[in-house]
């Protein structure tokens, strides 16, 4: 059994390729998940235009209240799913695929499926072409949804 954070992150993941319209958008291969020791390096420098658009779920930090309950810690935490696009048309790739995340969220159960988590929501979203670091020389949009879990646990 995994760790409840690498729970979280396979569950978002689920939540996303569910849905038929991201999963055609997002070429499998093109899915990195950081749980993942056989998957590429996200962060590597090159990357060609068959590398994109690029899907990654990141930590975002939280807060915790460890004495939440008599019984029980609270945990928060945020992840990010990070997209960069490899277009700058927007009618290209990042419309398609923004449009196609928030309804692959908007879907998500709000406890992930998972019995420790009160509350999983998506909060927003920053999208810019001038993310240097994550576009790593392409031109391009890159995309960032938040999702905030809370999950309690037993003490």
Not at 25 to 39: E, G, V
Not at 127 to 147: C, H, K, S, Y
Request: no cysteine; aromatic share 10%.
């Amino acid at each position: 059994m995994a760790d409840k954070f690498t729970e979280i992150e396979e569950a978002i993941w689920s939540a996303l390729v569910a849905n038929a319209a991201w999963k055609a958008l997002i070429p499998a291969a093109n899915r990195i998940k950081l749980t993942k020791a056989t998957d590429y390096d996200p962060y590597r420098d090159n990357i060609q235009d068959s590398d994109l658009p690029e899907v990654v779920i990141e930590p975002a930090g939280g807060q915790a209240n460890l004495f939440a309950t008599s019984d029980a810690h609270q945990i928060g935490q945020a992840f990010n799913v990070v997209i960069t696009t490899g277009q700058i048309r927007t009618s290209k790739a990042l419309n398609p695929i923004k449009t196609a995340t928030i309804t692959a969220l908007a879907a998500m159960s709000d406890t992930l499926g998972l019995s420790y988590v009160t509350k999983a929501r998506f909060t927003g979203f920053t999208e810019t072409p001038d993310d240097a670091a994550r576009n790593r020389g392409l031109q391009g949009w890159v995309v960032i949804f938040t999702i905030e879990v809370i999950m309690y646990w037993t003490k």
